[in-house]
Every structure is written in structure tokens, then in C-alpha cells.
T-cell receptor
Framework: AQSVAQPEDQVNVAEGNPLTVKCTYS??????LFWYVQYPNRGLQFLLK??????LVKGSYGFEAEFNKSQTSFHLKKPSALVSDSALYFC????????????FGTGTRLTVIP | ETGVTQTPRHLVMGMTNKKSLKCEQH?????MYWYKQSAKKPLELMFV???????ENNSVPSRFSPECPNSSHLFLHLHTLQPEDSALYLC???????????????FGPGTRLTVL
């Protein structure tokens, strides 16, 4: 069975500093990994995905994620955090057996402090 | 968020009521999903429809009844719910079928349900 884990419920970072939101995965075979963001009172918004190719994936709003096969990780990063980045972030892995179903982590709340 | 709409945005109901949640997508997708989002828990996949056919039911209690009359609309009928069913219910859509690669899902804003 495939799954993702987000080890941190909460991440705080000062505005302008780099941010990292962690995600590790467990799959048999090649993983297809996604990051989503959820702002208050909104649905999830797609940020980026890794399917194959370069280990560094660039996405929306200046976010990027680094796929690391040896560490089974897919951490979300941004070089300089904005207050408006404060939100709930979800990592997800594609179901290898189902038609584009996704398994989500528990989410990490990011707070960017002015 | 645009492209997938959900109504109502908020719903308060008693345990004996019957209500329905509605989802509509304007993206030409053919796969639609219902998720339940509760605090401190992963998103729970409830139902999946591909080309209007239900392809997955993740052991959801029968008090939740989905309906997909066409590829653009998805309903979740609710009856005799319990207080622990209070949550944010999210609808999502994407392109089904293995010939579309690995597309992301597009989510609606959700319906905040409170069961008294």
C-alpha cells in the first residue's frame, strides 16, 4: 500500500526566510507525488507534482519540491517566505492501482511571521 | 479553485434531517470524487466516479449516498447523520483513464457540515 507522512503538524518561519515543509512517502514502484495548498475556507489548490525526470520540480507561487529517492522524501521548499504563504499544505501520492486516486498526508500548517 | 463549485457552502442539520450536497465541474473532466476532511486527520476518500460509474466506495456508511447523473455533476445525499459526521466535505474532479497520464485533481471550496 502507498502512503505519505508529514511529520510536522506546524511549521513557523519568519518572513523572508527560506521555508521547508517535509513529506516522506512509502510506495512499491515509482512514486507519483503531489503538493497541494489549502487557504482558509477554500478547497485544495494544486502546487506541483513529480512524475519523472528532474528531481527538482518547480510549481506555482515560487514553490519547488525536491524528490529524493534514497531518502523517500519529497520536501516542499521556497527560498523566501511571504506572509501570504501561511496556509495548510498537503502532500499526496497517486494510488498505483486506482484511476488517478490520491492518498493525502495529514497536512502541515505553515505560519509565516511578519 | 475555479472550475469546481459546491453548494451549499455551509449546512447545519439535525440527525433526523435529509439533505444533499451538490458539486459541479466546468472543466470537462470525467472523474469525480467526494472527500471528508476532519481536523488532525488525513483527507478521507469517500467515493469515486469514473465516466458516471461508481468505481470506489471506501467503506462509507450507508447514511451517505452518492449520485452522479452525468460527468459534470455529483451529489452526496445525507440522512440520519451522526455528530461525528460533522466535517468539511470536498468535491474534486480530474481526467479519468490511464491514457491521460498523471493529472492533478481540482477541488471545490467544500461544504462545512455541522450535525447537531
Amino acid at each position: 500500500a502507498q502512503s505519505v507522512a508529514q511529520p510536522e503538524d506546524q511549521v513557523n518561519v519568519a518572513e523572508g526566510n527560506p521555508l521547508t515543509v517535509k513529506c516522506t512517502y512509502s510506495v512499491s514502484g515509482n512514486p507519483y507525488l503531489f503538493w497541494y495548498v489549502q487557504y482558509p475556507n477554500r478547497g485544495l489548490q494544486f502546487l506541483l507534482k513529480y512524475i519523472t525526470g528532474d528531481n527538482l520540480v518547480k510549481g506555482s507561487y515560487g514553490f519547488e519540491a525536491e524528490f529524493n529517492k534514497s531518502q523517500t522524501s519529497f520536501h516542499l521548499k521556497k527560498p523566501s517566505a511571504l506572509v501570504s504563504d501561511s496556509a495548510l499544505y498537503f502532500c499526496a501520492v497517486r494510488d498505483m492501482t486506482g484511476a488517478n486516486n490520491l492518498f493525502f498526508g495529514t497536512g502541515t500548517r505553515l505560519t509565516v511571521i511578519p | 479553485e475555479t472550475g469546481v463549485t459546491q453548494t451549499p457552502r455551509h449546512l447545519v442539520m439535525g440527525m433526523t434531517n435529509k439533505k444533499s450536497l451538490k458539486c459541479e465541474q466546468h472543466l470537462g473532466h470525467n472523474a469525480m470524487y467526494w472527500y471528508k476532511q476532519s481536523a488532525k486527520k488525513p483527507l478521507e476518500l469517500m467515493f469515486v466516479y469514473n465516466f458516471k460509474e461508481q468505481t470506489e466506495n471506501n467503506s462509507v456508511p450507508s447514511r451517505f449516498s452518492p449520485e452522479c447523473p452525468n460527468s459534470s455533476h455529483l451529489f452526496l445525499h445525507l440522512h440520519t447523520l451522526q455528530p461525528e459526521d460533522s466535517a468539511l466535505y470536498l468535491c474534486a474532479s480530474t481526467w479519468g483513464g490511464r491514457d491521460r497520464g498523471y493529472p492533478e485533481q481540482f477541488f471545490g471550496p467544500g461544504t462545512r457540515l455541522t450535525v447537531l
